[in-house]
């Protein structure tokens, strides 16, 4: 019994209180590290208005089991280690672990950030958060390569031209030279198109690497059962999110505008939004061009907006996910358009979206299921984008992938990732990295949902997805990157710029079960 209480005992985030009861820990977390202030709104302590750099700092600290004070000794409301309120002492240290308690896996913590993480992804959590801060002169980028973008500069670096930054030529082990006929072997001149990702990633039929992965067969997602807290997140039962959340959403992010004198001498209006980057995709495709690790990669469309949370939000990560590929849908003025002109539709609007969806029969058991989502914070998915953009008459596509006994869920997902990228559009390219026309991928597995704009095939063999993940904000760095509009940078340490966006096998075998969806554009 001893050794089963301290495999279930649990530690609160922030300090150094523990317990094998999680609705102990759950109250002890809500009531010492946050507080509701006069209005409603709820307001988080004082680790949650830390800079990115404090914030960092205090993580470090933290993770490598030293006292918070002393990361940050000149914040006195940083709560210390061994600070507990006198209700949550021994009594619930000592309450021995039962067998109706919600198990560890559908268990959620509070970050300082706002976001009600699930424990078995705080690690993973806190180690995004310390790529937010990283800076200019930590990955080496000389400021003499960038500058802010002005509309006077757009005729001197088009985006339309981005490919003229990058090399044509492909590693000789893409090439797959052995299984050439000497008889038909190329001038040296000639460039030839190797293998494409998906071969590279399976094997030759020959020679095999995943062999379990080439037979096995997705699933498209259907409608099962009544969720709860493990799908819907730490809000699954609630009927009405606070009002002080409501109004910030009503608000949005900040707008700002700015207007500027054109090269004709004309008035240009530039207007930014606080939560949206344009131009990340180019920078991110850039990144990996110069990154000696990458054997091959391929990018979405360019013309995508990154789209994360404000401060606070809380888990609508699935709703910043619709909203990019949105983005794409007006940047292209692709198939249904007309239904999202001006600004990028507010999580609010979404709402009541799929709600309409559901109301014309379209995965209209999600009602049931979730219990409607109507100004809550339930987590959506696959589904909800299903069947919005099914109902705007947008053709889509969802699929499952799941782990079985012949075949892991992530390497199926992968190998159709890779799939989808070089295709027959792109058979013909020999670029190291190619920037595709097509749109990204809503990506969801338990608990988290992310945007795939890209996939990266490394020297070492590993196969990794580019994302963007709206729960994080991006770095200075790519902040300054993205608005400077430069595509022919130069960086020493790529790899640590593209650290935050990519996701790896190590990352994905964490989970079982995996689901994609995607905009079949130009598709019937």
């Known amino acids: 019994m001893a050794n089963e209480n301290r495999q279930q005992y649990l530690t609160c985030p922030f300090c150094t209180f523990g317990s094998n009861d999680i609705d102990s820990l759950e109250r002890h977390v809500q009531h010492l590290h946050g507080s509701r202030q006069p209005d409603g709104q709820q307001h988080y302590d004082a680790a949650s208005q830390l800079s ?14 030293l006292p918070a004070e002393l990361a940050l000794p000149d914040r006195p409301n940083v709560p210390a280690r061994g600070e507990i309120q006198a209700a949550e002492s021994a009594t619930n240290l000592q309450e021995p672990p039962s067998s109706s308690r919600v198990a560890k896996e559908d268990s959620w913590a509070q970050c300082v950030c706002g976001e009600r993480v699930h424990f078995l992804e705080l690690d993973a959590h806190s180690d995004m958060h310390a790529q937010e801060s990283v800076s200019m002169d930590d990955a080496d980028i000389p400021s003499s390569d960038v500058e802010l973008w002005t509309p006077e500069s757009t005729a001197e670096r ?34 030839r198109r190797g293998p494409s990702l998906k071969e590279i ?10 062999k379990s992965a080439i037979s096995a067969a997705s699933t498209k997602l259907g409608q099962t059962k009544q969720l709860g807290r493990s799908e819907l997140g730490p809000f699954a039962h609630e009927q009405q999110m606070p009002k002080w959340l409501r109004r910030m959403l009503e608000r949005g992010a ?20 606080a939560n949206e980057t344009p131009n990340l995709v180019p920078v991110l495709s ?26 606070g939000e809380g888990g609508f990560c699935g709703y910043r996910n619709i ?25 609010l609007r979404l709402q009541d979206m799929i709600e309409n969806a559901w109301d014309l029969g379209f995965n209209a058991s999600g009602r049931e299921e979730t219990g409607g989502i109507k100004f809550t914070r339930k987590f959506i998915g696959t589904p909800e984008a299903h069947a919005l953009f099914s109902s705007l008459d947008i053709p889509c596509e969802s699929t499952g992938y799941s782990t079985t006994k012949e075949v892991e869920g992530f390497e199926t997902m992968l190998c159709a990732v890779c799939e989808y990228f070089d295709d027959d559009s792109t058979k013909d390219s020999v670029d190291k990295v190619v920037l595709t026309d097509k749109p990204p991928i809503y990506f969801q597995h338990r608990g988290h949902s992310q ?34 509009r430069c595509t022919t940078f130069r960086c020493a340490q790529p790899e640590k710029l593209l650290k935050a966006h990519r996701r790896d096998e190590r990352y994905l075998e964490s989970y079982k079960d995996f689901e994609l969806f995607r905009l079949k554009m130009g598709q019937p």
């Open 52 to 65: 990115d750099a404090d914030l960092a700092q205090l993580l470090a600290f933290e993770e490598a089991g």
């Open 158 to 191: 088009p985006l339309a031209n981005i490919s003229n930054s990058f090399s044509t030529n492909i590693p000789k082990s893409l090439r797959n030279y052995d299984q050439i006929r000497e008889n038909t072997t190329p001038p040296r001149s000639e460039k």
């Open 201 to 210: 990633f399976l094997g030759t039929s020959a020679f095999p690497k995943r």
């Open 254 to 273: 900040k707008v700002t505008i700015v207007h500027r004198y054109g090269p004709d001498g004309t008035l240009t209006r530039v207007e930014t939004v």
């Open 286 to 311: 850039r990144l990996s061009q110069l990154d000696r690790t990458v054997e091959r990669a391929f990018y979405c469309s360019p013309q995508v907006l990154h789209v994360c949370k404000m401060l």
């Open 323 to 347: 909203q990019m590929l949105v983005s794409y849908i007006q940047a292209t003025d692709a198939n249904g358009a007309e239904n999202f002109r001006g600004r990028l539709p507010s999580i």
């Open 451 to 484: 945007t795939i704009v890209g996939v990266e095939q490394r020297l070492n063999g590993a196969v990794n997805l580019v994302v963007f993940d709206p729960m994080f904000h991006l770095s200075p760095a790519l902040k300054k990157l993205a608005f400077s």
